[in-house]
C-alpha cells in the first residue's frame, strides 16, 4: 500500500496473524469430520492470504488443505468471468471455503460464487479478514477476523509485505 496520510492502521501484522489462527481453529472445529476442506482464494491479497490459512491450518491439523486461485476483475466483476485454475466440477462434493480480504459492498464475493452454481458441494463458506458491515449485497461472510462499521466514504486496505499483512481504514 502506498504511504496515505489519510489512512489509519486498524490492524496490525501481529493482530492479523491472531484473527488468522482464531480463524483457522474456527474452520478445523467447523470442519472436524471433513478429510479435506478446499481453500478459494480471491486473487491477490485473497489469495495469499488463503496460502497463509492453508500453512495455519496443516500447522493446527491434520487435514488435506487444497488452495486454488480465483481470478476476477474486481472493479468489473459483474462483467468479468470468475475463473478458477481447476476444473470446477472437481470440487463437486467438497467442503469450500472462498477467501478474501476484505468484504467491502458484497459485489465481489456475490460474484465469486457464480462458478459454484452449477455443482453441488458439501459445503460452501465464506471468510474475510476484514469484513465491513455496509453492504450493497446480501453476502455474509461466515469467518471473520475483524467486523467494521465504517461509513460509506471510507474504504478498507489490506496491504501484504513479505508475507505479514496490515489493515487499514482509508
Request: net charge neutral; aromatic share 4%; proline share 2%.
Amino acid at each position: 500500500m502506498e504511504s496515505n496520510k489519510s489512512c489509519k492502521l486498524i490492524l496490525d501484522s501481529h493482530k492479523c496473524l491472531q484473527k488468522m489462527k482464531r480463524m483457522a481453529l474456527q474452520i478445523l472445529e467447523d470442519h472436524y469430520s471433513e478429510k479435506k476442506i478446499v481453500l478459494i482464494g480471491i486473487e491477490e491479497r485473497g489469495y495469499e492470504l488463503a496460502h497463509r490459512l492453508q500453512d495455519i491450518l496443516l500447522e493446527l491439523g491434520d487435514k488435506s488443505i487444497e488452495l486454488i486461485r480465483l481470478s476476477i476483475d474486481k472493479k468489473l466483476s459483474e462483467q468479468s468471468v470468475a475463473k478458477l485454475d481447476t476444473d470446477v466440477n472437481e470440487l463437486t462434493g467438497e467442503s469450500i471455503i472462498i477467501v478474501d480480504d476484505v468484504a467491502n459492498t458484497g459485489r465481489v464475493l456475490t460474484y465469486a460464487l457464480k462458478p459454484f452454481l452449477n455443482i453441488r458441494p458439501k459445503q460452501l463458506r465464506t471468510l474475510a479478514l476484514v469484513d465491513r458491515k455496509h453492504k450493497i449485497f446480501p453476502v455474509s461472510v461466515d469467518y471473520v477476523g475483524l467486523s467494521l462499521s465504517t461509513t460509506m466514504k471510507e474504504h478498507i486496505e489490506v496491504s501484504v509485505q513479505d508475507g505479514a499483512f496490515n489493515a487499514y481504514l482509508c
